[in-house]
């Protein structure tokens, strides 16, 4: 199993910037990728990143490309999310999730990841 802890969320002003954590536990070493999605009220769980839980590179959603950044520290199993020009339409509750299979057909898919992390509020007031 895997543990997946989400934290940083808050209330930020239009275009300001936040940065979420996600931190694992558990049965790392069985996660091959790593991704962000986030869900607004009435609205479809919505991908956002995903990248290699080894490090390589990281694939976007057009619509957080050049705002939103992944980073990683290894030595604490933590992944982060730089959330930078929030705008109103961000306000969501945002998700890591886990995917233990390293030929999962689309990392853009939810249901192809295997954990998820309880979310965290983040709202953008204009």
């Known amino acids: 199993q895997v543990q997946l802890v989400e934290s940083g969320g808050g209330v930020v002003q239009a275009g300001g910037s936040l940065r979420l954590s996600c931190t694992a536990s558990?049965?790392?070493?069985?996660?091959?990728?790593m991704g962000w999605f986030r869900q607004a009220p009435g609205k479809e769980r919505e991908f956002l990143a995903a990248?290699?839980?080894?490090?390589?590179?990281?694939y976007y959603a057009d619509s957080v490309k050049g705002r939103f950044t992944v980073s990683r520290d290894n030595a604490r199993n933590t992944v982060f999310l730089q959330m930078n020009s929030l705008k109103s339409e961000d306000t969501a509750v945002y998700y890591c999730?886990?995917?233990?299979?390293?030929?999962?057909?689309?990392?853009?898919?939810?249901?192809?990841?295997?954990?998820w992390g309880q979310g965290t509020q983040v709202t953008v007031s204009s």
């Open positions: 999730a886990a995917d233990k299979d390293y030929n999962s057909s689309d990392r853009s898919a939810a249901y192809v990841y295997d954990y």
């Open positions: 990248n290699r839980w080894s490090g390589s590179s990281t």
């Open positions: 558990g049965r790392t070493f069985s996660i091959h990728t």
